[in-house]
């Protein structure tokens, strides 16, 4: 069993940052692919962000390419997520997610342990 607890999230304004933390506790964490996903009211969850074990295979969302960064510190079974130009198209919660190897990055199915989520709001 994997906990996941997110922290990091709040109010920003437009062109703002914002840095997610993600703790992990209980079995190995370097053994997942770590994702971020986000869900905005009334709509689908949708993949944001994803490493694999070692930290040198990154994917991103094309929405938040070029604006977000993932990492991870397996010492610190810790995986973030910094957010910059925040715009407000990226308000939702953000979640993330613990898959095991082999796992389809931008799926949320693929995934088997979640946190509880932190919310995000971007103002204009």
């Known amino acids: 069993q994997v906990q996941l607890v997110e922290s990091g999230g709040g109010l920003v304004q437009a062109g703002g940052s914002l840095r997610l933390s993600c703790a992990a506790s209980?079995?190995?964490?370097?053994?997942?692919?770590m994702g971020w996903f986000r869900q905005a009211p009334g709509k689908e969850r949708e993949f944001v962000a994803a490493?694999?074990?070692?930290?040198?295979?990154?994917e991103y969302a094309d929405s938040v390419k070029g604006r977000f960064t993932i990492s991870r510190d397996n010492a610190k079974n810790t995986v973030y997520l910094q957010m910059n130009s925040l715009e407000p198209e990226d308000t939702a919660v953000y979640y993330c997610?613990?898959?095991?190897?082999?796992?389809?990055?931008?799926?949320?199915?693929?995934?088997?342990?979640w946190g509880q989520g932190t919310q995000v709001t971007v103002s204009s």
């Open positions: 490493i694999n074990w070692s930290g040198d295979s990154i």
């Open positions: 997610a613990a898959g095991n190897h082999g796992v389809t990055w931008s799926m949320p199915a693929g995934y088997v342990y």
């Open positions: 209980g079995r190995t964490f370097s053994r997942f692919t």
